[in-house]
């Protein structure tokens, strides 16, 4: 009955939009716009992290790209451990890509999933709460965005070719990096983008001046991105994207040191490879398409034993939008194999699954006042296990959205949106211990929905939003393996639930820029708080509010900024746990542009040296917690030929 209900409510929604926009004259666009087929969801919600604030700030990490982003949390301590939370949902049940490319996979619970180089990214976009018909498959709780740079966004005005170099030095760990670039645009029709960054660090130290052990790293990454655009109504752009990270690290990378974290060898890397189409022909033909391949591999070694996961992806999705003066209406297809390998010190394993997609959505304008948008999302997955049983589970997902615009200050959204994540390859080092596997009878997909409402106010450069929400992850699906006698299981928990509000406000007035917001979340499964991490769930965190300004002094050439970060007590934790303290870190920074080709930036991070265990990160009250880094000043040189 509920779920007829939900139908029935996207069925009602699409013909309110049908019937008000009837007698409209439909007129063809007379020019054509930039093909963006994606999620057009009416989410004042969604942010956008750009280039250029992660220059200013000179972000080396995962936590450091979303340390100003309410909604969204980043445990781990260091950066090879470190996973996103967006509203406590940890982004195994998110759909996160790269250049559109799907990053999947879960190799090893103690070490991040996601990994890439902020110096390659040109913006981030983050979508909160479970996503709509074009979210992609698996966005049980949002989606994340990464777009890389290319020629364009290096190459200065009226040349076709350049060069970059910058070179970069933190204290807190003594790194010492170096990045390279050559770019150019040849011809009219074709740009290209070679992109190298090295690092070379040692071991960081917590507030109070203590070395965190096994921390040392010396990252590699790099980029490739070729862009043909033959007229103006096509663009072809392959990216190639590398990650690697070797490093001696604890076992547990994202607990503290301990007599029985014992370290090892870690090799890591993550190569994507990302071909996207996109065709803005007319207003019945506006088409992006991709393919892409991903590989990500994790090897442990020590003197006696040595065992490896990877996990090998494949993809490929089309959607073409139809335009009108009332309705912009794109349908879809999409498809990924994902092929899990794990070789252990005495036993290999291996699941494949398979994932079809087909979606369909429309986005309408209803007088002056009203936008609406309904849409379906088809699912289907096929696991094939470790002893080769096939599992399949398919599921229609609705969504719908509508806004209301009262004057010209106020505006009004509410909004319905579900996702289905079916059975996936389970976590790859645990796998590499199976010899037999037992799926629960009736096993279920998981169904993730989120209801919101949310209040946004735009005048005089200023803008304030408060968003309320809901989120329900239904059937959860959960593996384990016993490590003595190799049975491995396959089956639902109970639901998890999170909930709560953000409330934000930037403004802009000259040339100060400003912001703040407050976020309050609660998770659950069975009633109860996760606490300080659920593996392949989430993670509970206290209130938090963020605080940032930049202020430029043209005169000057230089961008000056502050972020601050104030993290509430977490009191919400299992019963028998201990509350995780709260803490404040604060962070300024100072960019100088001399002209188009030098800059000059220098950053000091927890400028009080506070130590403390970032909420994300296992909390031991008695125990060996990882700590996040203490102060740490940053300088940056960059030079564009």
Do not use: C
Request: net charge negative; glycine share 10%; charged share 20%.
């Amino acid at each position: 009955m509920k779920q007829a209900v939900r139908y029935g409510f996207v069925v009602g929604l699409i013909l309110l939009a049908v019937a008000a926009s009837a007698q409209e004259e439909q007129q063809e666009p007379t020019e054509m716009k930039e093909i963006v087929v994606k999620d057009e969801a009416i989410n004042p919600s969604r942010v956008r992290v750009t280039n250029k604030k992660l220059e200013e700030k000179q972000a080396h990490d995962l936590e450091d790209t979303f340390r100003g982003t309410a909604d969204v949390t980043v445990g781990g301590g260091q950066s090879a451990a470190e996973k996103i939370y967006v509203r406590g949902i940890e982004d195994t049940n998110l759909n996160v890509t790269v250049d559109n490319a799907r990053q999947s996979g879960y190799l090893f619970h103690h070490q991040g999933r996601l990994s890439i180089d902020p110096e390659l990214i040109k913006q981030v976009e983050v979508d909160a709460g479970t996503g709509g018909a074009l979210a992609g498959p698996g966005a049980l709780g949002g989606a994340v965005r990464f777009e890389t740079k290319d020629a364009s966004d290096l190459l200065k005005p009226g040349r076709q070719y350049g060069a970059l170099a910058k070179a970069r030095y933190n204290t807190n760990d003594d790194e010492k990096g170096f990045s390279a670039g050559v770019f150019g645009k040849p011809t009219d029709v074709f740009g290209f983008l070679i992109y190298g960054n090295f690092a070379d660090s040692g071991d960081y130290r917590a507030g109070g001046g203590d070395y965190v052990a096994n921390t040392a790293a010396k990252p590699l990454s790099g980029l490739m991105k070729l862009t043909y655009t033959p007229d103006q109504t096509q663009k072809l752009t392959y990216s190639g994207n590398y990650k690697e990270d070797n490093a001696y690290r604890a076992l547990r990378s994202h607990f503290g040191p301990s007599a029985s974290n014992v370290p090892r060898d870690q090799k890591y890397h993550n190569l994507t490879h990302a071909l996207n189409y996109d065709l803005a022909a007319n207003s019945n033909v506006n088409l992006h398409a991709n393919v892409y391949d991903t590989v990500t591999e994790l090897k442990h070694e020590t003197d006696t034993s040595s065992s490896r996961a990877d996990m090998k992806s494949v993809g490929a999705s089309v959607a073409n939008s139809v335009e009108r003066s009332w309705v912009t209406w794109t349908t879809g297809l999409d498809f990924s194999n994902d092929v899990a390998n794990a070789d252990g010190a005495t036993r290999t394993a291996r699941e494949t699954s398979k994932i079809y997609g087909a979606f369909t959505q429309g986005a309408f304008t209803v007088g002056d006042r009203w936008k609406l948008i309904t849409g379906l999302r088809y699912d289907q997955y096929v696991l094939t296990d470790v002893v080769g049983e096939e599992i399949k589970r398919d599921h229609v997902s609705p969504s719908a959205k509508a806004q209301y615009q009262w004057n010209d200050v106020f505006m009004t959204y509410a909004s319905y949106t579900q996702a289905f994540k079916g059975p996936v390859p389970m976590e790859i080092f645990i796998m590499s211990n199976a010899t037999s596997m037992t799926t629960a009878e009736g096993l279920q997909g998981t169904t993730g929905e989120t209801y919101e409402l949310g209040n946004e106010a735009a005048f005089n450069n200023q803008k304030i939003a408060l968003v309320g929400y809901y989120t329900a992850m239904h059937d959860p699906i959960s593996s384990s393996v016993n490590r003595t006698t190799g049975a491995a299981t396959r089956t639902n928990t109970p639901d998890i639930v999170s909930q709560g509000a953000t409330l934000s406000w930037s403004g802009h007035f000259n040339e100060l820029s400003s912001g703040v917001s407050y976020a309050h979340n609660e998770i659950k499964s069975d009633g109860q708080p996760l606490g300080y991490v659920a593996f392949n769930k989430g993670a509970s965190y206290g209130d938090r509010i963020n605080v940032s300004f930049d202020y430029q002094l043209p005169a000057q050439k230089v961008t000056l900024g502050w972020d601050s970060l104030i993290a509430m007590k977490l009191t919400s934790v299992p019963e028998g746990a201990e509350d995780q303290p709260g803490y404040d870190v604060h962070d300024i920074s100072a960019t100088w542009k001399k002209d188009d080709s030098l800059s000059v930036g220098l950053s000091l991070q927890n400028i009080f040296d506070k130590k403390y265990v970032a909420q994300g990160t296992p909390y031991f009250a008695t125990g060996s917690s990882m700590y996040e880094p203490g102060r740490d000043l940053r300088t940056t040189v960059t030079y564009l030929f």
